[in-house]
C-alpha cells in the first residue's frame, strides 16, 4: 500500500518549451501533495505543498509562475515547468500525504529527471 | 523554524557491522521523526518512523531512538548488508504541519 507514480521518469526538452510531471497516489487517497527538487549528492528542497481543490502554497524564492502546480482530484497533482531553462535541470520529486491513515507520513514518488538542452 | 542537522555525512562499514546515524533538530514542538532511504536515481522510501511519545522503535535490524531532552534522535541499523548501501535522510515534522524539515543526508556504504 501507499504508492506513489510519477510521469514521466525522465523527460529531454528544449530550452523555452514547458514540460508537466504528473504524480499520482495509486491505492490511497492523497489530501495532500509536494513538490521537491533534489540537486546532485544534496537534500529535499520543498518546493510547494498543494491541497486538493485549493492553490498551492510555494516555498520562500520559488517561482509559481514557473512552476505550476495543479491538484485536480485526491489522487493527481501536476507540475508544469514552463519555458524551461537548462537552470531548470533537475530531479523532481513529489510526495503524498494519505487522509485518513498516518496523516504525518509522506509517501514519495520515484521522481523525474528533467534536462533541458 | 525547524532546523534539522544529520551527522555523518558519509559512512562506510563492513558487511555484518552495524551503522548508527545521528540527527539533531532544533524546534521542541516537533513530534514525527521519520528516516527515508533513497536508492541511486530513486525516489525516497520511507524506512521507520517514530513520535515522540515513544522512546525507541525497531523493526528487524532497523531500529530508531528518540531523546526529547536532548532533541536528538538516531537510525541504528545491525548485520548491514550491501543493500542497505544508499542514502538516508531523517526528518522533522509537527503532525499537524505538513512540512518535514529534511537533514542533509548519509552516504551509507556498506563493503562486503
Known amino acids: 500500500g501507499a504508492v506513489v507514480s510519477q510521469h514521466p521518469s525522465w523527460v529531454i526538452c528544449k530550452s523555452g518549451t514547458s514540460v508537466k510531471i504528473e504524480c499520482r497516489s495509486l491505492d490511497f487517497q492523497a489530501t495532500t501533495m509536494f513538490w521537491y527538487r533534489q540537486f546532485p549528492k544534496q537534500s529535499l528542497m520543498l518546493m510547494a505543498t498543494s491541497n486538493e481543490g485549493s492553490k498551492a502554497t510555494y516555498e520562500q524564492g520559488v517561482e509559481k509562475d514557473k512552476f505550476l502546480i495543479n491538484h485536480a482530484s485526491l489522487t493527481l497533482s501536476t507540475l508544469t515547468v514552463t519555458s524551461a531553462h537548462p537552470e531548470d535541470s533537475s530531479f523532481y520529486i513529489c510526495s503524498a500525504r494519505a487522509s485518513g491513515r498516518g496523516l504525518e507520513t509522506q509517501y514519495f514518488g520515484p521522481g523525474t529527471r528533467l534536462l533541458v538542452l | 523554524g525547524e532546523n534539522v542537522e544529520q551527522h555523518p555525512s558519509t559512512l562506510s562499514v563492513q558487511e555484518g557491522d552495524s551503522a548508527v546515524i545521528k540527527c539533531t533538530y532544533s524546534?521542541?514542538?516537533?513530534?514525527?521523526f521519520p528516516w527515508y532511504k533513497q536508492e541511486l536515481g530513486k525516489g525516497p522510501q520511507l524506512i521507520i518512523d517514530i513520535r515522540s511519545n515513544v522512546g525507541e522503535k525497531k523493526d528487524q535490524r532497523i531500529a530508531v531512538t528518540l531523546n526529547k531532552t536532548a532533541k536528538h534522535f538516531s537510525l541504528h541499523i545491525t548485520e548491514t548488508q550491501p543493500e542497505d548501501s544508499a542514502v538516508y535522510f531523517c526528518?522533522?515534522?509537527?503532525?499537524?504541519?505538513?512540512?518535514?524539515?529534511f537533514g542533509s543526508g548519509t552516504k551509507l556504504n556498506v563493503k562486503p
Open positions: 526528518a522533522a515534522s509537527r503532525y499537524n504541519f505538513n512540512k518535514f524539515y
Open positions: 524546534d521542541s514542538a516537533s513530534n514525527y
